[in-house]
């Protein structure tokens, strides 16, 4: 193993995460010899490590990769400690129940995953929910073992065996795709948009969020951790993730829409409706900017997203405040109309109910929602799966879920990117092609395209 400079990274001395996972291991064996109160989290700094490395080298393990909007910090896990799936008849409720009891009001340990948008069908390893406490974890330089009860005690032993403490370099240059295809095609774009401009004009609908599917080829099965690593270096403002669950499918993207933080009684979401690409200079950017905020189009789009969210949380709250007037959120390709909303919610409101409240937005379903959700999957030539879904993490004592747009799904020599477009009265269909087409500009510019 090199200590030098590789293309994943700078690299790490092997001795030193032997001697990590032999503190690990001597700290697991205390716990047999003490009276713990379970779960618990055994820790050991390991500086240096090259998180994306240590990763790749566990390609055979689950591998979670989460890093919040505003930090620069990468929270990566390997291994499984627990899983808890959502079974056809349960709710997000009793999945989020379920998690927060094994939790056992531990605050340093939390569950990492995601919901299914629309159902199962081609994201079978994914499932309708999944969310995963990984067996190790890796944040502000501090490897963190997770430990569920007295009996756990050996099976992390076995498992920290079987997960690599060292890393494994690999090549950050991604490889060109052979072919690309889409689904709908453009024609099938455009019977599809004028299909919801219809339902629009007879007043079924206000909005509707349309999806596109874009499937890039290669020669080679993708590296997920090389693909996030280069999202994570190349994209700001935005919840980079990876959700590999021990298959050969990952899910990964760039969102930057966070759909709530709830801790305590204290609740944060927002508004994320109306695009415009970046200028090439300046003056051009700004240009596009005026043109945003000025735009009748998209200020609807974005009225429909913030009144829906009026309308479904005032039941919830003692105070909400919802921005009057959109700022721009600007990133790397794109920028955005945003509204910040904050709130504070009753007492003992259920984040399951809050989730079933809040998604989908308009943003990302439509308005009403009751009336565009039956129209997405009739029109719709595919599931969304984990696209557009809810993402992110529960802890015990709060939760945060952002929306898995900008993503794509790999699969094997197959990377699936999605994107959507909200159709409003005025929507033009070649506009909103060019829309989906650049919000996935991100995935596009790492792979040299």
Not at 227 to 238: M, P, V
Request: hydrophobic share 40%; proline share 4%; glycine share 8%.
């Amino acid at each position: 193993m090199s200590n030098g400079q590789t293309e994943g990274g700078a690299g790490i001395d092997t001795r030193l995460t032997s001697a990590v996972a032999a503190k690990l291991l001597e700290k697991l064996s205390a716990l047999e010899k003490s009276e713990t109160q379970f779960p618990t989290t055994v820790r050991v700094a390991a500086p240096g490590l090259n998180v994306w490395q240590w990763l790749h080298a566990n390609r055979e393990q689950t591998r979670i990769v989460w890093s919040n909007r505003d930090s620069a910090e990468v929270t990566a896990g390997v291994g499984t400690a627990a899983i808890v799936s959502l079974t056809p008849n349960s709710s997000a409720s009793e999945c989020i129940a379920k998690c927060r009891s094994i939790l056992g009001g531990n605050a340093d340990l939390k569950f990492f995953g995601g919901f299914s948008f629309d159902g199962t069908d081609g994201w079978e390893a994914f499932g309708a929910g999944r969310f995963a406490i990984p067996r190790l974890l890796f944040s502000r330089g501090e490897l963190t073992l997770a430990v569920l009860d007295a009996e756990d005690i050996g099976k992390a032993k076995l498992e920290l065996q079987q997960i690599r403490c060292d890393v494994e370099p690999y090549a950050k240059s991604m490889p060109a795709p052979t072919g690309r295809s889409y689904t709908p095609t453009v024609d099938g774009w455009q019977s599809r948009v004028d299909e919801a401009l219809s339902l629009i004009r007879s007043e079924v609908l206000e909005k509707i969020v349309l999806s596109r599917r874009a499937t890039l080829d290669f020669d080679q099965p993708l590296n997920p951790i090389a693909l996030t690593q280069r999202l994570k270096e190349t994209t700001h403002d935005c919840f980079v993730f990876c959700f590999d669950f021990g298959s050969s499918s990952a899910f990964l993207g760039a969102t930057p829409e966070r759909l709530f933080l709830r801790k305590d009684k204290q609740l944060r979401s927002e508004v994320v409706a109306g695009t415009r690409a970046r200028g090439e200079t300046p003056d051009a950017d700004e240009k596009l900017a005026i043109e945003l905020l000025t735009s009748d189009k998209d200020q609807r789009e974005h009225d429909i997203v913030r009144k829906s969210i009026r309308q479904k949380l005032h039941k919830f709250v003692d105070h909400l405040d919802v921005d009057n007037q959109a700022s721009i959120l600007r990133l790397t390709w794109k920028q955005h109309l945003r509204s910040n909303v904050q709130g504070t919610l009753k007492e003992d409101v259920d984040d399951g109910v809050l989730l079933q409240r809040l998604h989908p937005t308009p943003a990302v379903g439509g308005y009403p929602t009751e009336n565009a959700l039956p129209e997405i999957a009739r029109i719709e030539p595919f599931n969304r799966g984990w696209f557009a879904a809810p993402i992110g993490w529960i802890g015990a004592d709060s939760v945060e879920f952002a929306v898995g747009i900008r993503s794509g799904l790999i699969e094997g020599n197959a990377l699936s990117l999605y994107s959507g477009a909200g159709i409003v009265r005025g929507s033009d269909p070649d506009q909103e092609w060019q829309e989906v087409e650049n919000k996935i500009q991100d995935f596009i510019s790492v792979l040299g395209q």
